[in-house]
């Protein structure tokens, strides 16, 4: 079933009538619902899985739930032109307004495409990929990578640093230890977890001459946290090369949106309620910016009363307590991706400083005692509202 308060919010807030032609309900709008279950990284993988819903349809304004609630009005303006496929772990959806078809599509395609190939050279389930050459040579020879490659690991050991190692890519020996992907519901072995924790510290990654070398045998690069939104940012540009001008991207809640609405409005998103997956926690507008959340609900299983979540505490090796769901906004998606994992991490109070600390950067906490906190520019976001907060965390 819908709700129908998000769907009336979402008619309020575009202030447009309803389309009424079958053609335009089932090209330009539907629901699609966030599963629990996830793919490699930290996106959500839309299946029938856990009691997950499959797809609906809604009457013009389109709705999508992958961490974010993304409001778009289809009546009245050029075609959008709407492309899903699974990629990186997650459901990729690219959506753009333009009156020509073909040129939508081949645009659309090759998006789809520079994203594929960043998947090829950064996923840990692809042998053959540079990540998956760099682990199986750790402790032994550096590995030649490409310009990308270099790119996302720079700025990843940039972050890292800046967050004294909050956000940490050689977290992999750690990572492969939790089942979340599968029904293996049993806690990691305590000894080898603590052997594998031994290995994690991204201050043993050299970079040197576009090689990449992990000092140590048993380490391991795992960029879930980063290189999705890398990809996203490529895509955006593939897009803007093809001469598209209104655009968005949604990979699993990593978004960016490509100039204004046709109607010169901004983009209209909506955070997604960290334990009412039909719900917003918060909206704001949007233009050129990014936007990234990492939530506890994204990839989790349950065990004897207690909720083990796929974001681990690169000193522990264990899920993150204390907090339900961090949202970063910032000028790429890279960093966003990056920096709501790392605001995760540190947690409400430290996290908040640091976010306060930067330039263009602004975040949103949901801690585990129901408190939202937010940074001063969030707050200044065109159409932010809370309004729904209280509402939806009081039933």
Not at 176 to 185: A, I, N, V
Request: include cysteine; aromatic fraction near 8%; charge should be negative.
């Amino acid at each position: 079933m819908h709700n129908p308060e998000i769907l009336r919010q979402a008619q309020d807030d575009n202030k447009e009538p309803f389309c009424h032609s079958e053609e335009q309900r089932d090209e330009e709008s539907w629901v699609t619902q966030r599963s629990p279950y996830q793919g490699e990284d930290s996106s959500p993988l839309i299946r029938g899985a856990r009691g997950v819903k499959p797809f609906t349809h809604t009457i013009c304004g389109l709705i999508i739930l992958l961490g974010l609630l993304i409001f778009v009005s289809g009546c009245g303006e050029p075609p959008i032109h709407r492309r899903s496929q699974f990629l990186m772990g997650t459901l990729v959806e690219i959506s753009v307004f333009e009156k020509n078809k073909d040129t939508a599509e081949l645009a659309i395609q090759s998006a789809f495409n520079e994203i594929q190939r960043m998947e090829g050279l950064m996923s840990t389930r692809i042998p053959g990929s540079e990540i998956s050459k760099i682990n199986q040579s750790a402790g032994l020879e550096p590995v030649s990578v490409s310009p990308e490659v270099l790119a996302v690991i720079s700025r990843a050991l940039y972050w890292a640093e800046q967050t004294n190692g909050a956000l940490d890519i050689s977290l992999e020996p750690v990572q492969e230890l939790w089942d979340f992907d599968g029904e293996h519901t049993s806690l990691p072995d305590k000894k080898i977890l603590e052997q594998k924790l031994s290995k994690v510290d991204y201050k043993k990654i050299r970079l040197e001459n576009q090689t990449v070398f992990l000092t140590e045998k048993g380490m391991g690069l795992h960029l879930g946290a980063i290189a999705k939104g890398y990809a996203v940012d490529r895509a955006i540009n593939i897009l803007l090369e093809s001469n598209i001008h209104h655009a968005l991207i949604n990979a699993g809640g990593d978004l960016k949106t490509l100039g204004l609405r046709p109607d010169q409005t901004a983009w209209k998103i909506g955070l997604q309620h960290p334990r009412k997956p039909e719900a917003i926690l918060a909206g704001f507008s949007l233009s050129g910016k990014a936007v990234a959340t990492s939530g506890d609900y994204q990839k989790y299983f349950d065990h004897e009363g207690t909720r083990y979540h796929h974001i681990l505490n690169p000193k522990t090796g264990y899920p993150v307590t204390g907090v339900m769901s961090a949202t970063v906004v910032a000028e790429t998606v890279m960093d966003a991706d990056a920096l709501s994992t790392a605001l995760f991490v540190m947690g409400a109070k430290e996290g908040m400083a640091f976010i306060a600390s930067l330039k263009g950067i602004e975040g949103l906490l949901v801690d585990q005692d129901k408190t939202p906190y937010l940074s001063q520019g969030m707050e200044s976001l065109a159409g932010f509202s809370l309004e729904g907060f209280k509402e939806n965390f009081s039933h």
